[in-house]
């Protein structure tokens, strides 16, 4: 079995064929599926599907770093307010982004350790988006972490000395598509870290892995990943599926 630890195929790429999306993760032996949120604007879309699937669908509640801008602090509150409301099995998809703009830099800040502290309240993962800011990400880790916060780096592309300074915070570190892409170099990485320190996302319907890149990304393709990591590891996928799904499992407590 597989769990693919981030998804967003509640989204309106799926709007035609989400029961379909589910049931190829499903028989692509990809049997749960988490589902971070981005704003105030995709809860509602979340739940359905989480209702709709409860067995299947895990949902987190955060707010996503590229959504901070002006009325951060309004969407911080809907955060609360749903993490009161009703179960969540993290807190996400949350971090720092200074791909897109650089602009909000001290609201993203701000809301990412408001953020760890409604984990901390709650005692809920979170999942860490660190999109050109690493050392951004690091640093209020590093001044905020104890024993009660764990998580994971999501879509992982530093480097090998950046993931030894994960897994010693005791972090873990996700990985999806990008480690079958040919010219990432993140295979070479991945190849260094132990598969214990590994769970497996999709990042769907972004970062699609080869064979199926520059098209929709969907938790099927799971298997791709698994499948690549394996390889790099000289192991079989069966291994690297309870390896990584125990991680998961024991992460999110699922």
Known sequence: MLIDTHSHIYSTDFIHDLDEVIQRAYSNDVRKIILP?????????????????????????????????HDYQEELQVVEYWLKKRKFYGIGEIGIDLYWDKSFLEEQIHAFRFQLELARQYKLPVVIHTRDSFDEVYQ?????????????????????????LVTDLGFKIGVGGVVTFKKSGLDQ??????????????????????????????????????????????????????????????????
Do not use: W
């Not at 949120?37 to 895990?58: A, E, G, M, Q």
């Not at 590093?142 to 950046?162: A, M, P, R, Y």
């Not at 298997?223 to 192991?235: C, F």
């Open 189 to 254: 990485i991945v190849s260094q870290i132990d598969p214990s320190h590994l769970i497996l996302e999709t990042d769907s319907p972004y970062l699609t892995p080869v064979p199926f890149r520059g098209k929709r990304n969907e938790s099927s393709y799971l298997v791709y990943v698994a499948q690549k990591i394996a390889d790099l590891h000289h192991m079989t996928i069966g291994d690297i599926a309870k390896i990584t799904t125990d991680n998961a499992r024991k992460l999110f407590e699922i």
């Open 37 to 69: 949120n981005i704003d105030s604007s995709s809860v509602k879309n979340l739940l359905d599907l989480v209702d709709t699937y409860p067995h299947i669908c895990f949902p987190l509640m955060g707010l996503h770093p590229t959504s901070v801008t």
């Open 140 to 164: 209020v880790l590093t001044e905020v972490k104890d024993d009660n916060l764990s998580g994971v780096f999501h879509s992982f592309s530093g480097t090998i000395e950046q993931a030894n």
